[in-house]
């Protein structure tokens, strides 16, 4: 079976532009959340979606935004980027929205801000 | 404010001994906390976890023992193989809805296991 996908793996963008990640969760996975995860820190919790709806929103501004499609895709939307956005981005799924925590991950989309 | 603290960034642990690799936190309505391991190049996986109802879990070479007096836990792998090295993060888990959660990480423990 498939593991969380997610793309593109790296990508480097300037300062003001937009970036759209995308991830595909284990098949079967309704929960989808976002993760930021900066050198040398652990990852900061930025969204978690179940079942198409937004269930929770960590401490991000506005530019930062997500959805979550009908087959349970996400993806992950960055406006106007800054320098600091500059990450690894981290996807990964559960079968609900509550529990252990247990987590799926992808191998993250690193982005580089110039 | 860091409400879950690895205080040691890095770890260096002789093959076949214990690894121990330490989580303090603040926040006593963490629910659940789990460590999760990470190599380069890939995303975390899921290593363990434990209730804050118990104070011991032990799956195989690995147990995690909570101190909830102390709002302390740690992970111990005995014995320690090549294999084990990687960063090893400490979670816990809080509950912000009846239906949802979010995880808080710590920043992260390298586990360097010499041959």
């Known amino acids: 079976d498939a593991g969380v996908t997610q793309s593109p793996t790296h990508l480097i963008k300037t300062r003001g532009q937009h970036v759209t990640l995308r991830c595909s969760p284990i098949s079967g996975h309704k929960s989808v959340s976002w993760y930021q995860q900066v050198l040398g820190q652990g990852p900061q919790f930025i969204f978690q979606?179940?079942?198409?709806?937004?269930?929770g929103r960590g401490n991000f501004p506005d530019r930062f935004s997500a959805r979550q499609f009908p087959n349970y895709s996400s993806e992950l939307n960055v406006n106007a980027l800054l320098l600091g956005d500059s990450a690894l981005y981290l996807c990964a799924s559960s079968l609900a929205g509550e529990g252990t925590g247990e987590l799926f991950f992808g191998e993250g989309s690193r982005l580089t801000v110039l | 404010d860091q409400q879950v603290k690895q205080n040691s960034p890095s770890l260096s642990v002789q093959e076949g001994r214990i690894s121990i690799l330490n989580c303090d936190y603040t926040n006593s309505m963490f629910d659940y906390f789990l460590w999760y391991k990470k190599y380069p190049a890939e995303g975390p996986t899921f290593l363990i976890s434990i209730s804050s109802i118990k104070d011991k879990n032990e799956d195989g070479r690995f147990t995690v023992f909570l101190n909830k007096s102390a709002k302390h836990l740690s992970l111990h792998i005995v014995p320690s193989q090549p294999g084990d090295s990687a960063v090893y993060f400490c979670a816990a888990s809080v509950r912000f809805t009846a239906s949802n959660y979010q995880l808080i990480w710590g920043a992260g423990t390298k586990l360097i296991i010499k041959p």
């Open positions: 979606y179940y079942e198409k709806e937004e269930r």
